[in-house]
């Protein structure tokens, strides 16, 4: 059965002395910003018998903590492994970096709304952070990639004894919620995201995207809506159509196109990225993203790309030339999900993904980028 943490934490228990971490590179970052950097890519250990967590299937137990300082305040979702050089007591986060135990304020963050299961969960409907929403009326993705966090979807399914999605379903449900919630997208939400998995079928999908965004226009809500989506075979091959697909999703009420490079890398995409998707190149995402840049303008184009799954030196390449293109990248630190996971190398210590973060740092103020804050953020 699952059980939901506890909001309070107990006294801790006592613990063995922390492993020590050699971050040469330490003083380049606040300590909060490095403690939480380590979790993203270790998890954490408990040093507390009051929080209980979820154990279901495959899924990797893991837990949103809130990390606090002077000026600093950030949401991280991080898994639990007991073999963590990070520890967390319920009430602080403390690693021993270069010889010295080190810890910042840190407490569960519990959102029964949200997370009712105890664990960040992606849901069909769901608020995003602050001022955002998330319709995902495809719960899981057609191409499954190796590192996907719709991995876990199945299993939160399950939790809820839901049976297997039905697509027409859940996108009618997104329809209808539109029209009893339309007083809250007025009031309640800057970006509403068409944040989906992506089907086979090119014409459904964008025609799902360009209804639901028509839809949430009608109301008259005139904040963004960014879709995003894997990148169809029909558009990479035929810029004709490519440039048509694009500009009906914008005359439809879309204002931001997004599609997840996540691996520059030609050699690891195919490695981790299977099917058709795992044939798209990075240089095909230059192709689509300058297309999409021409129609949505300049930083209304995004993706995401996972630090830790490639040397790098191709992630800064990746970053770097997509922020020329007027492209937002949303960096994350590439965390587990699911078991199978696990068995993804991470290809760098702490310190070099310090240095990755600070790299991407100086692209941010180079090309004067805004900042995506979410719970796996690499900035």
């Given at each position: 059965?699952?059980?939901?943490?506890?909001?309070?934490?107990?006294?801790?228990?006592?613990?063995?002395?922390?492993?020590?971490?050699?971050?040469?590179?330490?003083?380049?970052?606040?300590?909060?910003?490095?403690?939480?950097?380590?979790?993203?890519?270790?998890?954490?250990?408990?040093?507390?018998?009051?929080?209980?967590?979820?154990?279901?299937?495959?899924?990797?137990?893991?837990?949103?903590?809130?990390?606090?300082?002077?000026?600093?305040?950030?949401?991280?979702?991080?898994?639990?492994?007991?073999?963590?050089?990070?520890?967390?007591?319920?009430?602080?986060?403390?690693?021993?970096?270069?010889?010295?135990?080190?810890?910042?304020?840190?407490?569960?963050?519990?959102?029964?709304?949200?997370?009712?299961?105890?664990?960040?969960?992606?849901?069909?409907?769901?608020?995003?952070?602050?001022?955002?929403?998330?319709?995902?009326?495809?719960?899981?993705?057609?191409?499954?990639?190796?590192?996907?966090?719709?991995?876990?979807?199945?299993?939160?399914?399950?939790?809820?004894?839901?049976?297997?999605?039905?697509?027409?379903?859940?996108?009618?449900?997104?329809?209808?919620?539109?029209?009893?919630?339309?007083?809250?997208?007025?009031?309640?939400?800057?970006?509403?995201?068409?944040?989906?998995?992506?089907?086979?079928?090119?014409?459904?999908?964008?025609?799902?995207?360009?209804?639901?965004?028509?839809?949430?226009?009608?109301?008259?809500?005139?904040?963004?809506?960014?879709?995003?989506?894997?990148?169809?075979?029909?558009?990479?091959?035929?810029?004709?159509?490519?440039?048509?697909?694009?500009?009906?999703?914008?005359?439809?009420?879309?204002?931001?196109?997004?599609?997840?490079?996540?691996?520059?890398?030609?050699?690891?995409?195919?490695?981790?990225?299977?099917?058709?998707?795992?044939?798209?190149?990075?240089?095909?995402?230059?192709?689509?993203?300058?297309?999409?840049?021409?129609?949505?303008?300049?930083?209304?184009?995004g993706s995401c790309l996972l630090a830790g799954i490639e040397p790098a030196t191709d992630t800064l390449r990746g970053l770097e030339t997509i922020s020329a293109l007027g492209v937002v990248p949303s960096p994350t630190v590439l965390t587990p999900f699911v078991v199978k996971q696990q068995g993804?190398?991470?290809?760098?210590?702490?310190?070099?993904?310090?240095?990755?973060?600070?790299?991407?740092?100086?692209?941010?103020?180079?090309?004067?980028?805004?900042?995506?804050?979410?719970?796996?953020?690499?900035?």
């Amino acid at each position: 059965m699952w059980e939901t943490a506890r909001a309070e934490p107990p006294a801790p228990t006592k613990r063995a002395k922390p492993a020590d971490l050699t971050v040469p590179g330490a003083d380049r970052v606040s300590l909060p910003e490095l403690l939480r950097l380590g979790v993203l890519r270790d998890g954490v250990q408990l040093a507390t018998t009051g929080i209980r967590l979820p154990l279901l299937g495959q899924v990797i137990p893991r837990i949103e903590i809130e990390i606090t300082a002077p000026g600093y305040r950030r949401k991280v979702t991080v898994r639990v492994d007991q073999r963590s050089p990070f520890s967390f007591d319920g009430a602080h986060l403390t690693a021993r970096v270069n010889g010295t135990v080190r810890d910042v304020a840190c407490r569960q963050f519990v959102d029964d709304g949200r997370a009712p299961t105890g664990m960040y969960n992606f849901g069909l409907l769901r608020e995003n952070g602050v001022r955002s929403f998330v319709f995902d009326y495809h719960t899981y993705c057609a191409y499954s990639c190796d590192f996907c966090f719709k991995e876990s979807e199945w299993e939160i399914l399950a939790f809820q004894e839901s049976g297997p999605a039905n697509y027409t379903a859940n996108f009618d449900a997104c329809l209808a919620y539109v029209h009893d919630h339309a007083e809250d997208f007025l009031t309640e939400y800057d970006i509403v995201w068409l944040c989906t998995g992506s089907i086979k079928n090119t014409r459904l999908e964008l025609d799902r995207h360009c209804r639901l965004a028509a839809e949430i226009r009608a109301i008259g809500y005139s904040g963004g809506v960014y879709v995003s989506q894997v990148i169809p075979q029909a558009i990479r091959d035929d810029a004709g159509y490519r440039l048509d697909y694009l500009n009906r999703l914008k005359a439809a009420g879309v204002s931001r196109f997004n599609s997840g490079v996540e691996i520059v890398n030609n050699e690891y995409r195919r490695r981790y990225v299977h099917g058709y998707k795992g044939t798209l190149t990075f240089d095909d995402y230059v192709t689509v993203f300058t297309d999409a840049v021409a129609v949505f303008g300049h930083q209304q184009v995004g993706s995401c790309l996972l630090a830790g799954i490639e040397p790098a030196t191709d992630t800064l390449r990746g970053l770097e030339t997509i922020s020329a293109l007027g492209v937002v990248p949303s960096p994350t630190v590439l965390t587990p999900f699911v078991v199978k996971q696990q068995g993804i190398p991470f290809h760098y210590d702490l310190d070099g993904l310090v240095n990755v973060h600070v790299g991407f740092r100086e692209i941010i103020r180079a090309y004067g980028l805004p900042v995506f804050s979410g719970v796996f953020s690499l900035a």
